[in-house]
T-cell receptor, first 112, second 114 residues
């Protein structure tokens, strides 16, 4: 069945450094990939989404490119801020499916 | 814009108790979802509903019932709370097809079973 893998459970960085959060997926259908961000005690919110192969998608300084050849949708930012500390989920929707499959999440902590 | 409201915000129950969580949305979305969030395990789908009075089981439906009497509301019942259970239950809604539309989440109900 469909699945999403986020390899890092916890990432800690100093403010101003770049970050990449890994996301790989598995599906036999056309994929739609999402990144959701959840700040402490808040609802998850959509950060990015894409279904177009090899096209970079950007929002609020974060960016990701869907690579169907490697089944990846890694989230990147060139310079993290304290306010970026949050839980980040990668999620997959397969064409024709009602369900969204979430990865286990990566907790990003940015230190001063 | 719209909003999703979940009640109660915190729920403390006893082992074996039946507990009901409520969700309301004013987006006028057709599809609503209930997820369970456990630390380190991401979000897992319990139930979803694509229209009023429709119910579809997710991967985690055992031990839960759901009800969608109105388009705007979706309730989840824990049929028998498990001792020491601790989780966050998230409600979400979307217009229709996942590939085209975003899911919008509520703030969650935090459950603790004593």
């Amino acid at each position: 069945g469909d699945s999403v893998t986020q390899t890092e459970g916890l990432v800690t960085l100093t403010k101003g450094l770049p970050v990449m959060l890994n996301c790989t997926y598995q599906t036999t259908y056309s994929p739609f990939l999402f990144w959701y961000v959840q700040h402490l005690n808040e609802a998850p919110k959509l950060l990015l989404k894409s279904s177009t192969d090899n096209k970079r998608t950007e929002h609020q300084g974060f960016y990701a490119t869907l690579h169907k050849s490697s089944s990846s949708f890694h989230l990147q930012k060139s310079s993290v801020q304290l306010s970026d500390s949050a839980l980040y989920f990668c999620a997959l929707a397969s064409s024709g499916s009602w369900q969204l499959i979430f990865g286990s999440g990566t907790q990003l902590t940015v230190m001063p | 814009g719209g909003i999703i409201t979940q009640t109660p915000k915190f729920l403390i129950g006893q082992e074996g108790q039946k507990l009901t969580l409520k969700c309301q949305q004013n987006f006028n979305h057709d599809t609503m979802y209930w997820y369970r969030q456990d630390s380190g395990k991401g979000l897992r789908l319990i139930y979803y509903s694509i229209t009023e009075n429709d119910l579809q089981k997710g991967d985690l439906s055992e031990g839960y019932d759901a009800s969608r009497e109105k388009k705007s509301s979706f309730s989840l019942t824990v049929t028998s709370a498990q001792k020491n259970e601790m989780a966050v239950f998230l409600c979400a809604s979307s217009i229709a097809r996942l590939g085209e539309d975003t899911q919008y989440f509520g703030p969650g109900t935090r459950l603790l079973v004593l």
